[in-house]
């Protein structure tokens, strides 16, 4: 690993040793400020990670840890991503990439997304916010949001302000709200199949036609 990298795991679906000439999705997961450190199954035993512990996509999921202390940089996420795909040594569809992350998790997904706008087919914050100033980066990335109404940790507002400037530069955001719903709204957000063929809809190509 980089030194300005960070740990990371991957997971890779059905098939994936089977069809070698296939170039799969990617989804990179940033997980929240309670799975920081030196340990990998902290980073397993929430969100997406936890998900794919007993369900299936037809995705290549990558996944780091962000060491104790720190707060996603979005420096080392670039040089991460790029060691990625290295190792999947071209297996991956660059068209097809996506971005989601929950708590600090989601505060860093709309803060790279906005330093790197085409690098991604879509995001995917849950429960955390970013700096409306930055909307104009984003307003052509399909953008699906997700917060709970109850959260007293992220306040439902730090999303819905980053919704409302990208949506007045005509951007393309889907914003749900859980209404019974506190800090944690990933459950539910990742256990919804619909997320998945949402994020299949749209490639790189695709989107800037």
């Known amino acids: 690993m980089h030194t ?3 740990p990371y795991a991957l ?29 990998m199954e902290k980073v397993k035993a929430q969100g997406l990670p936890a998900y794919l512990q007993h369900k ?8 780091p840890q962000c060491p104790a202390g720190q707060y996603w940089s ?3 996420l670039s040089n991460w991503l790029q060691e990625v795909l290295e190792k999947l040594d071209e297996r991956v569809d ?39 100033a930055l909307a104009v980066q ?13 959260d007293y940790i992220v306040p439902l507002s730090e999303t819905a302000k980053m919704v409302e400037a990208v949506e007045k530069l005509g951007g393309h955001v889907t914003f749900t709200r859980y209404p019974d719903a506190a800090h944690d709204s990933w459950t539910e957000t990742y256990h919804n199949p619909l997320l ?8 790189r190509s695709y989107n800037r036609n």
Do not use: N
Not at 196 to 203: P, Q
């Open 196 to 203: 998945y063929d949402w994020f299949l809809t749209f490639s």
């Open 94 to 132: 660059e068209k097809r990439i996506y971005l989601t992350g929950i708590s600090m998790g989601g505060y860093g997904t709309w803060r790279w997304a906005a330093a790197a706008p085409d690098k991604f087919a879509a995001i995917a914050p849950i429960c955390g916010g970013g700096d409306p």
């Open 4 to 6: 300005f990298s960070y």
């Open 74 to 76: 979005v420096e080392k």
């Open 56 to 63: 299936d996509i037809p995705f290549l999921v990558a996944y």
């Open 11 to 39: 997971y890779y679906p059905p098939g994936f040793s089977d069809q070698l000439q296939r170039k799969w999705p990617l989804i990179l997961f940033l997980h929240g400020a309670g799975e920081r450190g030196h340990d």
């Open 138 to 150: 984003i307003k052509d990335v399909p953008i699906w949001a997700f917060h709970g109404e109850k």
